[in-house]
């Protein structure tokens, strides 16, 4: 993707069996989510409605991606392909099961663009 036109962050959620938690995530998260920002889901063979789920949000949000894996790798490996596979400049990792309170992208957004040079994060 050509840097210049790649997304300021991206937000990557590994996730494995989520069904119960995502849609929690996604209704706090999406609705925030207005510009300069991908979702990347990484589905690590979910056994349940995982996929459905994400699917659904799929078509409604545009700029969400999944990959969904053949077979489960681990958490590790999951978390590590969120990190390979983010396009954004930043990369923001959270869990299916985290709570991102209203407004908390529009600050993270505003930190990185009047911050451009930094290399880590980390927000409590």
Do not use: H
């Not at 969400?64 to 392909?81: E, T």
């Amino acid at each position: 993707m050509d840097k210049d036109k790649r997304p300021l962050l991206t937000i990557a959620v590994p996730t494995y069996n989520g069904e119960k938690t995502i849609r929690n995530l996604f209704n706090l998260l999406l609705p925030q989510c207005i510009s300069d920002i991908e979702v990347l889901i990484s589905d690590n063979c979910s056994t349940d409605d995982t996929p459905k789920i994400v699917d659904q949000y799929c078509k409604k949000y545009p700029f969400i991606k999944m990959v969904r894996n053949q077979k489960n790798i681990g958490p590790d490996a999951n978390f590590l392909q969120c990190m390979r596979l983010a396009s954004g400049k930043f990369t923001w990792l959270i869990s299916d099961d985290d709570v991102v309170i209203e407004g908390a992208i529009d600050k993270i957004l505003c930190f990185l663009k009047r911050y451009p040079n930094v290399s880590l994060i980390y927000a409590s």
